[in-house]
């Protein structure tokens, strides 16, 4: 199955925290599931390749909402974070606006702090292709390669250190003897 897995890595770039053989794993799943009308297209790579792909953007964009509906936290996409890049210096926003793109919406000052984490010559490259400059097919890998940093600075930026979800090590470690006097019913 190394389409599903080309898939999943894939569609795990483009995601921020979903893991590529999480996502290679539910694309082979499905595979099985259905494994009748994936039998009858086994000649065919391009079908194969294209229906394998959709199911793993499918499956990144389901655990992406169900992460912001359980945690209360947005995550943004490398392609909302370019689209939000493209609006604010199209309408010249002023430091204190705010940039809405379909369901995202971004306080300018987040995204300026966090372009100017950036490498210098990934903020000229960012810089010249809002402008409409022509750029070499290195530099428009560069620009895409920098927008999904810059996608990564920004969830960094918005989530911040303290909004890890419960799970390992997120708890106080307490002796037993802790344990059992908080146990204790006093009376």
């Known amino acids: 199955m190394a389409l599903a ?9 483009q ?12 694309v082979i799943l499905h595979a099985c599931e259905n494994s009748e009308l994936f039998e009858r297209h086994l000649d065919h ?16 964009n389901k655990q992406t909402i169900d992460w912001m509906y359980y945690s209360g936290q947005y995550v943004y996409t490398p ?3 370019r689209d939000l890049l493209i609006k604010a210096h199209t309408t010249n926003s002023d430091i204190d606006d705010y940039v809405k793109v379909n369901d995202a919406t971004v306080a300018v000052i987040d995204l300026v702090r966090a372009f100017g984490d950036l490498r210098p010559s990934d903020q000229d490259v960012i ?14 890998k560069q620009y895409y390669r920098a927008t999904e940093y810059l996608t990564r ?9 303290d909004t890890r979800t419960d799970g ?20």
């Open 45 to 60: 790579d391009a079908w194969l390749w294209s229906v394998l792909y959709a199911t793993a953007i499918r499956y990144c």
């Open 127 to 140: 810089r010249r292709k809002l402008d409409g400059e022509p750029v070499t097919e290195t530099e428009r």
């Open 168 to 187: 390992p090590g997120t708890r106080k470690a307490l002796s037993n003897s802790q344990a059992i006097a908080a146990t204790q019913v006093q009376t």
């Open 79 to 81: 392609q909302e974070v």
């Open 5 to 13: 897995e080309d898939a999943g890595r894939i569609a795990a770039s």
């Open 15 to 26: 995601y921020v925290g979903i893991e590529a053989e999480d996502i290679s794993a539910h």
């Open 153 to 161: 600075l920004l969830n960094k930026r918005l989530s911040g250190p």
